[in-house]
């Protein structure tokens, strides 16, 4: 008998398995998330299966709403323990037994983006919020997972945007949960003026707060600091702008607006890591391509059989030479292919997938010679300007009788 039933249960389990989708799994979270995950993890979700946003679709419907009991049962220390332990069918009984109220989806949507649980048309939008955000040069390169912290205006979690420590709300006395009040102004006698305005003992949300919330002070709001990951892809262009959809300031009045990222490039700056110390962090970026000064001596400029390693943005090496014999005139411009920044998305067989890196040589000379090697240097222009000299002034039909020799090799 016993056999038996362990058998029965045996076949009972993969069944439950399948009738609900587990819910670590369903906001795409690690058993050992903490607090600060599921509500990112539910930002994220609720919104992109909002049914405003999947109109018609049943499907995403449904998962909106498995997404809203997901994130009531991982939210709730209690019942998260409940169903680490038991799994839904342990959530269910203790929900029996007078645990937690469900939330209705729309409602703990509009806990976190205001507006009522819906940000479709008609709906009242709160203002967009833009921010620059600064990363160095090699992250445009590479491409790089950032994280940025903005402060803004959310609705306070302690009372849920209802600005009461209790959750009750009184229907305002003067307006009768209007929200509005008639005024009648005498503009002379016998004449009146009706005019509707903004009712002042509720401020127009038509009821009022006794027990104050005391996160909140009444006002449903609170400043917070809140963090977000921002996805630098390769080549990426600076300047331009990425957008978080109803991230902007929370109001229970309102659907948030969008918080709008402008991406921009950060000064260089000579860091302490390896990584920051390459050639590339300060190389200069024009669209597709990024531009370098190189140095040259003298001797290397004009005799050639020298070499130089460019360390690039991600660190490999970009070799630089020239074999004896050839010349560098001062501000040549030498067009390395490949070497420049990535294309934005490339796709395969859609031209290069990376810009050039343009490298000015720049000539300096010594100011300053042993004396030795001077004689030697002299000695050898000496002999080679009576030979093959020119006569620069003769040469642009200028007069001849100066004091001492003006003349070029
Ligand atoms: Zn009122
Ligand atoms: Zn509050």
Known sequence: MLLFSALALLC????????????YKLLNLDRDADDRQIKKAYRKLSKQWHPDKNPGNSEAEAKFKDIAEAYDVLSDQELRQVYN????EGVKQRRQGGGAARHNPFDLFSQFFGGGGHFGQGQRRGPN??????????????????????????????CDGSGSEDGVRDTCHKCNGQGMVVQRHQLAPGIFQQAQMQCDVCGGKGSTVKN???????????RTEEQFDLAVEKGMPKGIRVTYENEADESPDYAAG????????????LGVAEHERTDGTFFRRK????HWREVLSLREAWMGDWTRNLTHLDGHVVHLFRPRGQVIQPGTVEVVKGEGMPIWRHEEGQGPAFGDLHVEYVVVLPD?????????????????????GVDLGREFGRPTERVGRHDEL
């Not at 919330?213 to 609170?222: A, D």
């Not at 969008?258 to 700056?269: G, T, W």
């Open 85 to 88: 332990q038991h799994g839904h």
């Open 287 to 290: 669209d597709t391509h990024l």
């Open 129 to 158: 919020m833009e921010v620059r955000i600064h990363v160095p040069l090699r992250n445009f390169y590479t491409g790089a997972d950032h994280e940025f912290k903005v402060e803004k205006q959310a609705i306070c979690d302690k």
């Open 12 to 23: 009972v389990l993969p069944l439950i398995a399948l009738a609900a989708e587990d819910y």
């Open 368 to 388: 300053a010679m042993e004396g030795g090697m001077e004689k030697e240097f002299w000695q050898v222009w000496e002999k080679w300007r009576k030979k093959v």
């Open 258 to 269: 969008d918080l709008i990222v402008l991406l921009m490039e950060k000064d260089p700056e």
């Open 212 to 222: 104050k919330c005391k996160r909140c002070g009444g006002s449903r709001v609170v």
